[in-house]
């Protein structure tokens, strides 16, 4: 099914109820959750609690190409974020801005990947006040994102970052500082986004890369000594991916791979004992333009859902049957919005996960996530 309603909230914002899949929802923003100016360029938003207190903060990253300031809007507990802040002093071409306990101390730190500038180390002093402590390497690259996650398995989060056009690599933690960087796969590799997950159920985390520019789209096996020489190849070969992420779709023990792909339908690519990704299927719109995906359960059935983000078109959260194959479409979001980022997380506290998105030229917002028939 695909449904979308033309009745306007508060801020031009299009929305419209899931079926009987679930529970039936809806996606409501209003004026105390709406995150930084119009002409902010935000690739992406992180939900995480960065000042102790129990609740969401987002940290919301800006700029891509050009210089704008990262920042911090604290929540008041209900969902309301009613206080923002600079993350660092310095403007930069941001991109992303993951967070982990970097040094071991207990709180959220975070790193900002930056386009053709340094990807910067921002320590947490637990208040949610970070900063500046170093670099990832000396390298300038055309980052993407950076994913922390434990490839070594020795406790401390490390960096795994995405390049396009450039070589992608790895930053093992050495205890809030970073080691040297370990190229992975291709020279020219153009990676946009990247998920990490032990996709054949050897006990280490393997890379599923989500590339652009025509690449085909790998998964690179940790062989548990980080390396990463051994790849499978998913998807047509030619897609234009922009966002990847891994969940088990329809419930057989297995992750799937969902992709956000430009100028076609998104997919869904079903893992199996073999650890082979075969066609899969397909969702979304069939020259689509979608630039975001976020995979967990919004309607709380027991299954995941997945939410995507469009550019020139309105967002939509998919609605799993528990299949993995078939989804009910809920549209919202403006008609003509630059939807970059998507993201999930509870902000009010009901136990239901709001959803947050990132507009490059555009309000970022968060939409809260309740009953159709409590709108």
């Known amino acids: 099914m695909n449904r979308i309603c033309t009745s306007l909230l508060l801020v031009g914002l299009i929305l419209a109820p899931s079926s009987a899949l679930g529970q039936e929802r809806s996606f409501i923003v209003g004026s105390r959750s709406m995150l930084g100016v119009g002409t902010d360029l935000s690739p992406s938003l992180t939900f995480a609690d960065v000042d102790g207190d129990g609740d969401l903060d987002v940290l919301v990253a800006n700029g891509r190409h050009w210089p704008q300031q990262n920042e911090i809007f604290l929540n008041s507990g209900k969902g309301r974020f009613m206080q923002r802040y600079p993350l660092g002093e310095v403007s930069r071409t941001s991109y992303s801005i993951p967070v982990a306990d970097l040094d071991g101390d207990g709180d959220l730190d975070a790193i900002v990947a930056n386009d053709m500038a340094p990807n910067v180390i921002y320590l947490n002093d637990g208040s949610g006040q970070f900063s500046e402590a170093g670099t990832l390497g000396p390298e300038v690259e055309s980052t993407r994102d950076v994913i922390l996650a434990d490839l070594n398995g020795d406790g401390l989060p490390d960096a795994i970052v995405t390049n396009r056009g450039m070589e992608n690599g790895i930053y093992l933690n050495e205890g809030g500082t970073f080691g040297p960087k370990r190229g992975f796969g291709s020279k020219d590799d153009s990676t946009i986004s990247l998920s990490v997950a032990d996709m054949n159920a050897d006990g280490w985390p393997d890379l599923i890369l989500a590339n652009r520019d025509g690449q085909p789209n790998f998964v690179y096996l940790n062989d548990g000594s980080m390396g990463f020489e051994q790849r499978i190849s998913y998807g047509s070969g030619s897609d234009e991916t922009r966002s990847v992420a891994v969940a088990d779709m329809d419930g057989d023990g297995y992750l799937d791979i969902i992709t956000a792909n430009i100028g076609e339908q998104n997919g869904v690519y079903f ?6 990704f075969g066609k899969g299927v397909t969702f979304g719109a069939e020259e689509g333009a979608s630039y975001a995906v976020s995979v967990i359960d919004l309607d709380l059935d027991g299954d995941m859902d997945v939410i995507i983000g ?5 967002n ?11 989804f009910d479409q809920v549209a919202f979001g403006m008609e003509d919005g630059i939807s970059y980022g998507v993201g999930a997380g ?10 947050g998105i990132a507009n490059s030229n555009g309000l970022n917002f968060i939409l809260i996530n309740r009953s159709a028939s409590n709108q």
């Open 271 to 276: 893992g199996n004992a073999s650890g082979a």
């Open 310 to 314: 469009n550019v020139r078109a309105p």
């Open 316 to 326: 939509a959260a998919f609605f799993n049957d528990g299949s993995g194959r078939n």
């Open 346 to 355: 509870d902000v009010n506290g009901d136990g239901y996960p709001d959803v």
